[in-house]
């Protein structure tokens, strides 16, 4: 075996050790500074929604193991930068996608100019669910939606709806969001007791 190829066995057999397929895998993705960290600090760990501002971006991915509201949860925070998402959907994608039970995909309301690569990885998200995790639950949030001006919100929303295509696909739920109020929460809570 290759150098590399027995590098990329072990990694892979690491990111699925045994305790994890007991866990309850939630999957953090979409791209570069959208929030995933955030959310996922501000929910799981009790970090104030102001101490996020100064978050460095996720390198490849991170691995959580938190135990919330009864449930022994294995989280997964995919890093958004390019490089790192052409990681985790391609080499990684089979031990990132295995046993997972419901995916976040978030999507920034205010930086829209990224949409049609988010898309692209939207796309891509379903795929691998459909082929890895059949049955997982996939939830859209359109996030930092406290940026937006509400007399725009609806209008931003149904756009980012309409660019990621939602109409075609069965099953997605699509939830707006900030980590500055409840929506969060109830957003995580409502997808994890379903
Ligand atoms: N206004 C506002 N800002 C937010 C919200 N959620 C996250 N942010 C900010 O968005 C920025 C990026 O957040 P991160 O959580 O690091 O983004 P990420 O998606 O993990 O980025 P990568 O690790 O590069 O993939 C930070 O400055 C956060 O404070 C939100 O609901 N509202
Ligand atoms: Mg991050």
């Known amino acids: 075996m290759s150098f590399l190829k027995e590098k990329l066995e072990k990694e892979k057999s690491s990111i699925i050790e045994s305790e994890d397929e007991l866990r309850y895998k939630l999957l953090f993705t979409g791209l570069s500074q959208v929030g995933k960290s955030s959310i996922i600090q501000v929910v799981f760990e009790g970090v104030m929604p102001e ?3 100064n978050f460095l971006a996720t390198v490849r991915f991170n691995r959580k193991r938190i135990d919330f509201s009864g449930l022994s949860l294995s989280v ?3 890093g958004g930068q390019l490089n790192y998402l052409q990681e985790t959907y391609s080499t990684l994608k089979e031990s990132i996608f295995s046993n997972t ?6 999507v920034d309301t205010v930086n829209t100019d990224q949409l049609s690569s988010a898309r692209e990885f939207f796309r891509r998200t379903v795929e691998n ?3 890895y995790s059949k049955g997982a639950k996939i939830c859209v949030l359109a996030h930092k939606i ?4 509400e007399k725009v919100r609806e209008k931003v929303v149904s756009t980012i709806k309409d660019f990621l295509e939602l109409e075609k696909y069965d099953n997605i739920e699509y939830i707006t969001t900030s980590i500055f109020d409840d929506s969060i929460f109830d957003a995580v809570n409502q997808v994890i007791a379903k």
């Open 76 to 78: 997964f925070d995919l």
């Open 101 to 106: 039970k419901a995916v976040f995909f978030i």
């Open 129 to 131: 669910v459909n082929e």
């Open 51 to 53: 101490e996020t501002s």
């Open 146 to 149: 406290d940026l937006v001006k």
